[in-house]
């Protein structure tokens, strides 16, 4: 069974979804094979580091993400497929591959990954202008001819219709694949200690996920200074890529409030030092504007982890309802009033919750569960024709 994977790019540093290809893959196995066909340019670092079969047909031009050679390889690599999954929507490497797989009759599944999440309308108004236009002359068609419209969690799939207006397509829910921690947790802590030694014998509270104002890294770090900055045994960790110049108004305001000392800024961490960071983690927080799922929630649920998050997480329900962590809103205000109950539980509260966290993610986001949803759907997909 092939299934094609097209994506703008497979740089890890762009976000969850090749990390979802990533373990997809990997769980599935047997007959199952998911070439990636994507924009990036073959000889991309990452390329090589991701262990998967990659037709990079880059480099892109533009905003659109214009690609020459694309068509020619998309034409080929669905040739030979029985399915294609498409990610995101707005592209030309989205559109053209709808297009090509109607030509040949070839059944298209297309994953929203949060574009269609009425937030954006909110926190980027002229960028949402624009999608209103590609929405109306392609992306809603694109939409109400695939085999199936792929979302995350039902709250994501709730919320797509607010956005730019209703359409009419065959929705599933099939979840993100995250594996189980590989490695021993044990040497994956001490390797983060030796690296950053600051944050050992320190109550660690977590950021993992790209440095982007989406992410509320500034809500966090104003919260923590607001709510913590009184007590030396606790120390953040700002773990994640971002540009340079959003990175250092992070810096900058974290000068301002008097807490550089309190944080540690260890850039994109990956392999057994990222689950380092999350074994070593008292607790993980991720303070979005806007999530669809959020692949690092899930992985230090899968650590025992319990996480701090917004409501603006798509997950947030699952959490709440397992007690896997505490829910806010998307304020200063709201993410300091938790990182203070956080603060006032007893060990014996936190361990309730460590083990609530893991059992979250045991019933409700297992990685075996959600790739055999994946196949369920393509399968049935195919079927339909």
């Known amino acids: 069974m092939q299934v094609v994977h097209v994506i703008r790019s497979c740089d890890p540093r762009g976000g969850g979804p090749i990390e979802a290809i990533r373990q997809l893959a990997r769980t599935c196995g047997g007959d199952w094979r998911f070439p990636v066909v994507c924009t ?3 000889d991309a670092p990452w390329i090589p580091r991701l262990e998967l079969e990659i037709v990079a047909a880059g480099p892109a031009r533009g905003r659109y ?4 050679r ?37 059944p298209y599944l297309v994953y929203v990954h949060g574009m269609l999440d009425p937030a954006f309308r909110r926190l ?8 209103t236009v590609s929405w109306r002359l392609f992306d809603r068609r694109m ?36 594996g189980e921690p590989p490695g021993q947790a044990e040497e994956q802590r001490n390797l983060f200690y030796r690296r950053f030694p600051r944050c050992r014998r320190q109550r660690l509270v977590l950021f993992l996920s790209r440095l982007h104002p989406k992410k509320g890294c500034d809500l966090l770090i104003r919260a923590f200074a607001r709510a913590m900055a009184d007590d030396n045994r606790f120390h953040l960790v700002m773990a994640g ?38 074994h070593s983690a008292e607790v993980f927080v991720l ?17 025992s982890v319990p996480v701090l998050i917004t409501d603006r997480v798509n ?40 083990s609530a966290a893991h059992r979250c993610y045991a019933t409700r986001f297992d990685s075996r569960a959600a790739a055999g949803r994946f196949q369920d759907v393509v399968n049935a997909s195919i079927v339909r024709g």
């Open 40 to 42: 990036d340019p073959p």
């Open 65 to 68: 993400a214009y690609a020459p």
């Open 70 to 106: 694309l068509r020619a390889e998309l034409t080929r690599m669905i040739s030979g497929a029985e399915a294609v999954v498409i990610h995101g929507l707005w592209l030309y490497p989205n559109h053209l591959a709808a297009r090509l797989c109607r030509s040949a009759a070839v």
């Open 124 to 131: 980027f108004p002229l960028r949402h202008a624009a999608k």
């Open 143 to 178: 939409l109400e001819r695939a085999a199936a419209v792929l979302f995350t969690c039902e709250e994501e799939r709730r919320l797509a219709p607010r956005s730019l207006g209703p359409f009419r397509a065959r929705t599933e829910i099939v979840p993100y694949t995250v």
């Open 241 to 278: 890529p971002g540009a340079e110049e959003w990175v250092g108004t992070l810096r900058r305001l974290a000068d301002t409030l008097r807490i550089q000392s309190r944080i540690t800024w260890t850039g994109m961490l990956t392999g057994d030092i990222k689950w380092g960071a999350f």
């Open 287 to 303: 303070p979005s504007h806007q999530e669809n799922y959020g692949i690092a929630v899930v992985e230090a649920l899968a650590c």
């Open 315 to 354: 997950i947030w329900r699952e959490i709440q309802t397992d007690g896997a962590g505490l829910v806010c809103r998307d304020t200063v205000d709201s993410l300091a009033d938790v990182l203070r109950q956080w603060m006032s539980l007893t060990e014996e509260d936190r361990v309730a919750y460590r």
